[in-house]
Structures are given as structure tokens and as C-alpha cells.
């Protein structure tokens, strides 16, 4: 069913070869065993297998080329260690949205769902959420999660490390069994040793190569071995062309490979794996389309957001918070900041000329209002870092998981987009609407609420290209908190920037465009003739920074969609 030769794998910078011109071959309908020493390139071959990592060779999956991991969606699954899946959701939460984004019609998802429920052995904790399972609930979970497009072959890479005995052997009775009733073939990398005779056939790795396939009989003549458990002392005996030789010359003796269909030994009684004839291929479902898929991650996503109270908390204390601060700064100057928003006449302007201690006064006034402009302005950047420097970077690994099983890459980046918006649509309005209501800011309120929307807006959607682009949320959150903290000087509005350097910095300044336009808007009153008492520089007007702002949006839309694109296995 699934073959591949001479795969060779190395890293990025081709000084390190991870895979040595791997071959194999493994059995259909069966349980395949790979092992070797840690760091050998068991799981470096799986991946090369899947198209995850970049190789050279070639590898099949029932007799046609496997070119991109996109060929084998619905023919493969991959089962990781550690259970990939949304640790607030419930056991069948998760099941029922991996079905939502997989299959399309109504009553195969809910069929499915009972299925693999009973199947995993889960029906009974289906209301748990994924944070609070054990150890081997995880495994099981993480195996449900492939069976939702009930592929003929998975792949488990240590489903069974760090369980305890029992745990451990319920888990491979479990794939003995979907081997057996639903003719299934398994690829398992696995340490324990002692386990092996639980397996059809065994792949050796050693050094980033293939050095022998068979049954554990032949295992232990090959190697000279009374049992599997001096398997890795023996291979350590020699280099690895010793191996890659002998293997050689044990399989140019070996007559043509004929697939048979081998026996396991479990309770005492020999079992016999599914004949070809029985093997059951994936029951054909139709796929969503990628606006169901969108649909989908948008309604799960934000039953997430609900359910993790840290960061809802987190998120609520700097909407309604960060405006807070703003009227408390404001607080002394609010009887000023009125006097001063009505509209201009000349006799007033007249009379404000002749007056030196108003035109003071009106100067502290506007450089109170300038202040608090931009004061809102940084805090709504620093609202968009929050918003999306770790929504994609966190769960990087869930998303290359079900991109393997058939999740587009448009769907994904548009609801991801689609929520921070969201978000950031709210966290502009309410600080427009709160601070303009108390403090009475002149100007039009369309205006001011597009320009405080789009900073807000502009700097979530560039953090969350920096989240799709790095591969920590560690990293993308210091990035963003870096780009944020270079908002205020580079801006060239508190601190002079050198004239050379004004257009060079400003273009990718969130915070200038925010405040220029939302100062330029009040163009008819007089803040604006006491800001330009003390102040001739050019300053865009709202149609021009709503333009940049667009654009630093649209920059920051790309990224994301550059970076979800992009395969980032960690």
C-alpha cells in the first residue's frame, strides 16, 4: 500500500543529512512497526513519506506518487505523540468540528461521530473537555480525530510513549482491532521493545537509514539476537555501512517480496490480520466547501475565545481599561478641551489674536488634545498586538495537522482574519464612543470612528502576519510588542525625527496615520487654529490616512496569507 525509495532528507542549510536514501515497504492490512535509537529518523521518514518535509526520492501510496501532502487527504492519517486538538473543547466538540470541516453532509457526520466515539472507546467521557483526559484518553482522542475521514492507513508516531503498561496495552488492542475488523493498515514508531510481537512486520532505522524489514523472528536472526531488547546494543556493535550491506545482501537473496498476510500472537491465540479482500476503503463523502469550512472555524473559534477566561478576561480589561486612562488624563483639561469645540467665527479669531494669554491658553489646550489623540492611538496598537500576535504562531501545529487532512489554506486565514477584526472593530468603536462622549472631541464621529477602527484594524492584522509568519508565539509576541514600542518615537509627532529619516520611517508608522487623521478631521474648529499656531508641518488629512492605514491593513492580510501558506511543523 505504502512504499517509498531512496528518500533523502537534510536541513535547510544542507550541511546535516537526516535521511540516508531510505527504502521500504510495508505491509497493507497490518500492523507496521519502525524503531531505531532516539534522533535515528524515524519520524523524519514519515514525514518525508507525507510530503511534510521536503526529500529527494520517491515515495507511493497504492501504486501512484505521493508529490505533495495534499495527495494523500483521506488516504493517510497522522496520529503525532502528543494529541493535537483544542484543549477547551470537549471530547465530542472536537470530533464533531474535525467532522464539520472534513465532511460535509449532516448524517454521515453524525454517524461517523457515534462510530469513532464507540470505536476509541469514548462514548462514556464525551462531554469531558480535551485538558482534563488522561494520558491514554489523549491517544485515543488523537486517533478519533483521524478515523473522522476514516482513511485505509495511519500513521502513529509514539501514540504509546511515556504511558503506563496498561494504558499502553490498550491502545495497540485498540489499532489491532481496526486492523483486523476494519482492515487497516498502521505505520507506529514506537520505543517499547517489549512490545514488538504485537507487530506484523518491524522497519529498523539507524542513522537516517532503512538497515532491515521483517517479521521479530527474522529480526532476531538477522541481528544475531536472542530477543528485540539487545536490538540497540547490537546495532551500536558496528557502523552503519556494516548494516546497509548486510541488508543489502539479505535482500538480493530474498526471492520477488510476496505480500502475505501475516499472524500475530495476542492471548495465546494466533490472529490473523484482514485479508486484501476485506480491507474496507474510506467511505466516499463529499467535502465542505471553503465557505463551510470558514463557517466553522469562525463559530469554533470563538466558543473558544469564550471558554479561555484568561485571555476573555485579558482581552475585556484592555477594552474598557485602556479608554479609562485616556478621560484620566483628560480630567484637568476637560473645561478647556469644551470651551475650545465650538465652531471658529472670524470675530472670535479676531479677538483670540488679541488676546496673548487665550492664545496661550488655547495652545496648552490643543497640545492636551494632540496628546490625547495619540495617547488613544497607541493604546489601540497595542489592543491589535494583543489581538493577534499569538492567534495563529499558538496553534501552528493544530493547523498543519488539519491542513494534512484537508483544511484550505483560505478558510483558515480568513477566519483568522475575520476574528481579530472583529475584535479590533469593537475595541476601535468603544474607544471612539467612550472618550468622544466624555471629553466632547470636535470633529465628525464617522470620521474619527473609521480613523481609531482602521489603527486598531491595520496593527492587528500586521501582528497577526508577524503570528503566521513565525514559528512561536513567543517570537510573533515580541515582535509585535518591538513594532509597538517604535510606534510612538518613529512617529515624528513627540519627538522630532531628522528630516532624512521622516519618510523614510513614516509610511510604516500605524500611529501617525491614526492621529493625523483624527486630528485633521477637527479642521473646522479651533483646536486645529491653536494647533497650527505652534505647529506648520504637514499633516495628512483623513482621506490620506485612512488610505495608508488600508494599505498597512492590506500588507498585513498578505502576510498572514504568505504565512499560512507556508509548512511550518514544529
Given at each position: 500500500?505504502?512504499?517509498?525509495?531512496?528518500?533523502?532528507?537534510?536541513?535547510?542549510?544542507?550541511?546535516?543529512?537526516?535521511?540516508?536514501?531510505?527504502s521500504?515497504?510495508?505491509?497493507p492490512?497490518?500492523?507496521?512497526?519502525?524503531i531505531?535509537?532516539?534522533?535515528?529518523?524515524k519520524?523524519t521518514l514519515?514525514?518525508a513519506?507525507?510530503?511534510?518535509?521536503?526529500?529527494?526520492?520517491?515515495?507511493?501510496?497504492g501504486?501512484?506518487k505521493?508529490?505533495r501532502?495534499e495527495?494523500?487527504?483521506?488516504k493517510?492519517?497522522?496520529a503525532?505523540q502528543?494529541?493535537?486538538a483544542?484543549?477547551?473543547?470537549t471530547?465530542e466538540?472536537?470530533?464533531?468540528?474535525?467532522?464539520?470541516?472534513?465532511?460535509?453532509?449532516?448524517g454521515?457526520r453524525?454517524?461517523?461521530?457515534?462510530?469513532?466515539?464507540?470505536?476509541?472507546?469514548?462514548a462514556e467521557?464525551r462531554g469531558?473537555?480535551?485538558e482534563?483526559?488522561?494520558?491514554?484518553?489523549?491517544?485515543?482522542i488523537g486517533?478519533?480525530?483521524e478515523?473522522?475521514?476514516?482513511?485505509?492507513?495511519?500513521i502513529?508516531?509514539e501514540?504509546?510513549?511515556?504511558l503506563?503498561?496498561?494504558?499502553?496495552?490498550?491502545?495497540?488492542?485498540?489499532?489491532?482491532?481496526?486492523?483486523?475488523?476494519?482492515?487497516?493498515?498502521?505505520?507506529c514508531?514506537?520505543?517499547?521493545l517489549a512490545?514488538?510481537d504485537?507487530?506484523?512486520r518491524i522497519?529498523?532505522?539507524?542513522?537516517?537509514?532503512?538497515?532491515?524489514?521483517?517479521?521479530l523472528?527474522?529480526l532476531?536472526?538477522?541481528?544475531?539476537?536472542?530477543?528485540?531488547?539487545?536490538?540497540?546494543?547490537r546495532?551500536?556493535?558496528?557502523?552503519?555501512?556494516?548494516?546497509?550491506?548486510?541488508?543489502?545482501?539479505?535482500?538480493?537473496?530474498?526471492?520477488?517480496?510476496?505480500?502475505?498476510?501475516?499472524?500475530?500472537?495476542?492471548?495465546g491465540?494466533?490472529?490473523?490480520?484482514?485479508?486484501?479482500?476485506?480491507?474496507?476503503?474510506?467511505v466516499?463523502?463529499?467535502?465542505?466547501?471553503?465557505?463551510?469550512?470558514?463557517?466553522?472555524?469562525?463559530r469554533?473559534?470563538?466558543?473558544?475565545f469564550?471558554?479561555?477566561?484568561?485571555?476573555?478576561w485579558?482581552?475585556?480589561?484592555?477594552t474598557?481599561?485602556f479608554?479609562?486612562?485616556?478621560?484620566?488624563?483628560?480630567?484637568?483639561?476637560?473645561?478647556?478641551?469644551?470651551?475650545?469645540?465650538?465652531?471658529?467665527s472670524?470675530?472670535?479669531i479676531?479677538?483670540?489674536r488679541?488676546?496673548?494669554?487665550?492664545?496661550?491658553?488655547?495652545?496648552?489646550?490643543?497640545s492636551l488634545?494632540t496628546?490625547?489623540?495619540?495617547?488613544?492611538?497607541?493604546?489601540?496598537t497595542?489592543?491589535?498586538s494583543?489581538?493577534?500576535?499569538?492567534?495563529?504562531?499558538?496553534e501552528?501545529?493544530?493547523?498543519?495537522?488539519?491542513?494534512?487532512?484537508?483544511?484550505?489554506?483560505?478558510?483558515y486565514?480568513?477566519?483568522?482574519?475575520?476574528?481579530?477584526?472583529?475584535?479590533?472593530?469593537?475595541?476601535?468603536?468603544?474607544?471612539?464612543?467612550?472618550?468622544?462622549?466624555?471629553?466632547r472631541?470636535?470633529?465628525p464621529?464617522?470620521?474619527q470612528?473609521?480613523m481609531?477602527?482602521?489603527?486598531?484594524g491595520?496593527?492587528?492584522?500586521?501582528?497577526?502576519?508577524?503570528s503566521?509568519?513565525?514559528?512561536?508565539?513567543e517570537?510573533a509576541?515580541?515582535?509585535s510588542?518591538?513594532?509597538?514600542?517604535?510606534?510612538?518615537?518613529?512617529?515624528?509627532?513627540?519627538l522630532?525625527?531628522?528630516d532624512?529619516?521622516?519618510?523614510?520611517?513614516?509610511?510604516?508608522?500605524?500611529?501617525y496615520?491614526?492621529?493625523a487623521?483624527?486630528?485633521?478631521s477637527?479642521?473646522?474648529?479651533r483646536?486645529?487654529?491653536?494647533?497650527?499656531?505652534?505647529?506648520?508641518?504637514?499633516?495628512?488629512?483623513?482621506a490620506?490616512?485612512?488610505?495608508a492605514?488600508v494599505?498597512?491593513?492590506?500588507?498585513g492580510?498578505?502576510?498572514?496569507w504568505?504565512?499560512?501558506?507556508?509548512?511550518?511543523?514544529?
Amino acid at each position: 500500500m505504502i512504499h517509498c525509495r531512496d528518500l533523502t532528507v537534510t536541513t535547510p542549510d544542507g550541511k546535516t543529512t537526516l535521511l540516508r536514501g531510505a527504502s521500504a515497504e510495508f505491509l497493507p492490512g497490518a500492523m507496521n512497526a519502525v524503531i531505531g535509537p532516539s534522533g535515528c529518523g524515524k519520524t523524519t521518514l514519515m514525514k518525508a513519506i507525507l510530503g511534510i518535509l521536503p526529500s529527494t526520492g520517491e515515495a507511493y501510496f497504492g501504486g501512484e506518487k505521493i508529490t505533495r501532502s495534499e495527495d494523500l487527504v483521506g488516504k493517510v492519517g497522522f496520529a503525532p505523540q502528543f494529541s493535537i486538538a483544542q484543549p477547551k473543547l470537549t471530547v465530542e466538540e472536537s470530533l464533531r468540528y474535525a467532522l464539520e470541516l472534513y465532511v460535509s453532509d449532516a448524517g454521515e457526520r453524525t454517524r461517523r461521530l457515534e462510530t469513532i466515539l464507540q470505536v476509541i472507546g469514548l462514548a462514556e467521557h464525551r462531554g469531558k473537555r480535551i485538558e482534563s483526559l488522561s494520558g491514554g484518553q489523549l491517544r485515543r482522542i488523537g486517533l478519533g480525530l483521524e478515523l473522522t475521514l476514516d482513511p485505509p492507513c495511519l500513521i502513529c508516531d509514539e501514540v504509546t510513549s511515556g504511558l503506563d503498561p496498561l494504558s499502553e496495552d490498550q491502545i495497540l488492542a485498540l489499532l489491532r482491532t481496526l486492523c483486523q475488523e476494519r482492515g487497516k493498515t498502521f505505520l507506529c514508531i514506537i520505543h517499547n521493545l517489549a512490545k514488538l510481537d504485537c507487530f506484523d512486520r518491524i522497519t529498523v532505522v539507524y542513522e537516517g537509514d532503512v538497515v532491515f524489514q521483517g517479521t521479530l523472528e527474522e529480526l532476531g536472526a538477522f541481528f544475531d539476537i536472542p530477543d528485540a531488547l539487545h536490538l540497540y546494543d547490537r546495532l551500536n556493535a558496528h557502523p552503519l555501512a556494516h548494516w546497509q550491506e548486510k541488508w543489502r545482501a539479505a535482500r538480493k537473496s530474498q526471492p520477488a517480496e510476496q505480500v502475505v498476510q501475516p499472524t500475530v500472537q495476542a492471548g495465546g491465540e494466533k490472529v490473523g490480520t484482514a485479508s486484501a479482500s476485506q480491507q474496507v476503503s474510506p467511505v466516499a463523502a463529499s467535502r465542505p466547501t471553503h465557505g463551510e469550512q470558514f463557517v466553522t472555524l469562525l463559530r469554533r473559534r470563538f466558543v473558544l475565545f469564550f471558554r479561555d477566561t484568561g485571555y476573555l478576561w485579558l482581552t475585556l480589561a484592555i477594552t474598557f481599561g485602556f479608554p479609562c486612562l485616556v478621560v484620566i488624563f483628560a480630567l484637568d483639561g476637560l473645561p478647556q478641551i469644551q470651551g475650545m469645540a465650538l465652531d471658529r467665527s472670524v470675530s472670535f479669531i479676531d479677538e483670540m489674536r488679541q488676546n496673548i494669554q487665550f492664545k496661550i491658553d488655547a495652545m496648552e489646550t490643543a497640545s492636551l488634545v494632540t496628546g490625547l489623540v495619540m495617547f488613544q492611538v497607541i493604546l489601540l496598537t497595542l489592543m491589535g498586538s494583543n489581538n493577534g500576535a499569538r492567534e495563529i504562531a499558538a496553534e501552528r501545529t493544530l493547523y498543519e495537522k488539519e491542513r494534512l487532512s484537508g483544511l484550505g489554506v483560505v478558510p483558515y486565514a480568513l477566519s483568522k482574519m475575520a476574528f481579530v477584526l472583529l475584535i479590533a472593530g469593537f475595541q476601535g468603536a468603544w474607544m471612539t464612543f467612550f472618550v468622544k462622549v466624555i471629553c466632547r472631541f470636535p470633529g465628525p464621529w464617522l470620521t474619527q470612528l473609521a480613523m481609531l477602527m482602521l489603527v486598531c484594524g491595520s496593527m492587528t492584522l500586521v501582528c497577526l502576519g508577524f503570528s503566521a509568519l513565525c514559528k512561536s508565539a513567543e517570537k510573533a509576541s515580541l515582535l509585535s510588542i518591538y513594532l509597538v514600542g517604535f510606534q510612538l518615537p518613529l512617529s515624528g509627532v513627540v519627538l522630532a525625527l531628522p528630516d532624512a529619516l521622516v519618510w523614510v520611517c513614516r509610511p510604516f508608522i500605524n500611529s501617525y496615520w491614526g492621529w493625523a487623521g483624527y486630528l485633521s478631521s477637527m479642521l473646522d474648529t479651533r483646536l486645529w487654529d491653536a494647533f497650527r499656531e505652534n505647529n506648520a508641518e504637514w499633516v495628512a488629512s483623513p482621506a490620506q490616512a485612512i488610505f495608508a492605514l488600508v494599505l498597512q491593513g492590506a500588507v498585513g492580510a498578505a502576510l498572514v496569507w504568505w504565512g499560512s501558506s507556508r509548512k511550518q511543523w514544529q
